[in-house]
């Protein structure tokens, strides 16, 4: 079975940029999350879909942060424009169904802003 | 806003020797997820334990909930060097999100 594939690895912009992350989940899983996760800290949750709809994005910074789901397949998270504490790693995951059980997560976008 | 806290923040000991950590949360939940973290890695999938069991266990893992101290505690028996990792709780607040904690940062010594 294929894992959660994002891309790209690595990304480094200046401040004031924009940034694109994409996002391949696990075939059939209906629910697809996009966690923000800092150094040293915990995921935290940014927004969460249920097929091509949201369901959360209560922690979106909705000014500079959006995140698509098209066909309620792939997702793409973007960032414009990026200031320097959006420097973080971005991790993408999927689940089979609506609960929020057993994540499949992706190895995540490593972004740096300077 | 993170939910859980797990206890310690960082843990070294000999391979072979058991690992406990703790998390403590902070409102009613439906379940507590326990994953692993790699370094550079993303997160796997490890337990989930739902609020009307006390106990459960995976292979060398073992889970306990204290839902009246809204604590959950993660043992790993006989370690091994490749249980070196972060591990997170998670915790399903009723239909809000999935909270990850701060984590504990495992290190197994060979």
């Known amino acids: 079975e294929a894992g959660v594939a994002q891309s790209p690895r690595y990304k480094i912009i200046e401040k004031r940029q924009s940034v694109a992350f994409w996002c391949n989940p696990i075939?059939?899983?209906?629910?697809l999350y996009w966690y923000q996760q800092i150094l040293g800290q915990g995921p935290k949750l940014l927004i969460q879909?249920?097929?091509?709809?949201?369901?959360?994005d209560s922690q979106l910074p909705k000014d500079r942060f959006s995140a698509e789901r098209l066909k309620g397949v792939d997702s793409t998270l973007k960032i414009q424009p990026a200031k320097l504490e959006d420097s973080a790693v971005y991790l993408c995951?999927?689940?089979?169904?609506?609960?929020?059980?057993?994540?499949?997560f992706g190895s995540g976008t490593q972004l740096s802003v300077l | 806003s993170q939910q859980g806290e797990e206890d310690p923040q960082a843990l070294s000991i000999q391979e072979g020797e058991n690992a406990t950590m703790n998390c403590s949360y902070k409102?009613?939940?439906?379940?507590l997820q326990w994953y692993r973290q790699n370094s550079g890695r993303g997160l796997v999938h490890l337990i989930l334990?739902?609020?009307?069991?006390r106990e459960k266990h995976s292979g060398r893992l073992r889970v306990t909930l204290d839902t009246s101290k809204k604590s959950s505690s993660l043992l790993i028996t006989a370690s091994r060097a490749a249980d070196t990792a972060s591990y997170f709780c998670?915790?399903?607040?009723?239909?809000?999100?999935?909270?990850f904690g701060t984590g504990t940062r495992l290190t197994i010594i060979p």
């Open positions: 879909f249920q097929n091509n709809g949201v369901v959360d």
């Open positions: 334990i739902r609020s009307n069991e």
């Open positions: 409102t009613s939940i439906n379940n």
């Open positions: 998670a915790t399903d607040d009723w239909g809000e999100k999935l909270t």
């Open positions: 995951a999927s689940s089979l169904g609506q609960a929020r059980e057993k994540l499949f």
């Open positions: 075939s059939g899983h209906a629910t």
